[in-house]
């Protein structure tokens, strides 16, 4: 009060107060944070380097010329005359590039650079910021929806998970996260690596559908087989086919059917008897 005072003179008046506090990271331990994030990104730094070359080959249209700019700018930037004062090496070094540019005709005389490689500067740029730096997020956010998706409540409060410290249950805020489906990232996945992997929009909505569907079964004692039902979520819910999705998941189509079925009968009981059971298990819980 006494600093709102300072700064807003003796007549401010406090009507309300509002704490923002940090909402729980799904992952519930800063080490184990820190550790998957080193293991992720050391996954996503194998596939660039397996397969950026390639990449760029595809993406850029003169990879040769991007080469060059990167060799002139690289090789000026290491040089140190003796003759040139340290407080002008820059300028030195920025002229010289410059003009070395200039002779190999990738800038015209006014500094503006060759149009084909600005452009190309700017795709490798765009490659680097929004596919390979979401290479590592992609893959540990497939890795944790699958494992909301394929495994029941009780299964991950009473036993461990490939994620130490991962939360049972996470709310709206914290599935935020999953709304982004990465499809360039998912796709160079597939094509590239081979991955067993899916872009699935408004992945944060499934799981939210997914956990709904669990509070609907509580203390119904129904057995699924939850390794299908996640599957199952994924195929009604998007274009893939059960084909792909029985891929990505490494689950039978089978299997997949017939969880499909069953979260149907359980969402819609198909006699009055059964109805009438759902409905006494659910007043005595």
């Known amino acids: 009060e006494d600093e709102l005072r300072r700064r807003f003179g003796k007549g ?8 923002h ?3 729980p990271t799904i992952i519930n331990d800063k080490h184990t944070c820190t550790n998957l994030a080193l293991a992720y990104v050391k996954h996503a730094e194998d596939i660039v380097e397996r397969h950026g070359e390639a990449i760029f080959e595809d993406k850029i249209k ?3 010329n991007l080469k060059i700019y990167d060799e002139i700018i690289y090789s000026v930037n290491l040089e140190k005359p003796e003759f040139i004062d340290s407080s002008d090496l820059e300028d030195w070094r920025k002229d010289k590039i410059n003009k070395t540019l200039e002779e190999l005709g990738l800038i015209d005389k006014f500094g503006h650079l060759d149009r084909g490689l600005k452009k190309d500067l700017k ?4 490659i680097k910021t929004k596919i390979f730096a979401d290479i590592a997020p992609t893959l540990i956010l497939w890795d944790i ?9 009780d299964r991950r409060k009473r036993y461990g998970s490939p994620f130490p410290y991962i939360r049972g249950d996470i709310d709206r805020q914290q599935r935020k996260v ?3 489906p990465h499809t360039q990232v998912v796709n160079l996945l597939r094509e590239k690596e081979k991955e067993h992997i899916l872009s ?3 992945m944060d909505l499934l799981l939210h559908k997914k956990f709904k569907f669990e509070g609907k079964i509580k203390n119904l004692n129904i057995k699924l087989n939850y390794a299908a039902v996640g599957p199952a979520i994924v195929f009604t819910n ?4 059960i084909k792909e999705v029985s891929y990505a998941f490494k689950v039978g189509e089978k299997s997949i059917k017939r969880e499909i079925n069953n979260m149907k009968s359980i969402r819609k009981p198909n006699t009055k008897r059964s109805r009438d059971f759902i409905d006494l298990v659910k007043n005595k819980s």
Do not use: G, H, M, P
Request: proline share 0%; aromatic share 14%; hydrophobic share 25%.
């Open 12 to 19: 401010v008046r406090i009507e309300r107060l509002e704490f």
């Open 21 to 23: 506090r940090t909402k």
């Open 62 to 64: 003169d990879l040769n």
């Open 123 to 126: 795709e490798r740029e765009k």
């Open 145 to 153: 929806s699958k494992y909301y998706l394929c495994t029941s409540q």
């Open 178 to 180: 999953f709304q982004n």
């Open 200 to 202: 699935v929009a408004d």
């Open 238 to 241: 998007s274009n893939y086919s």
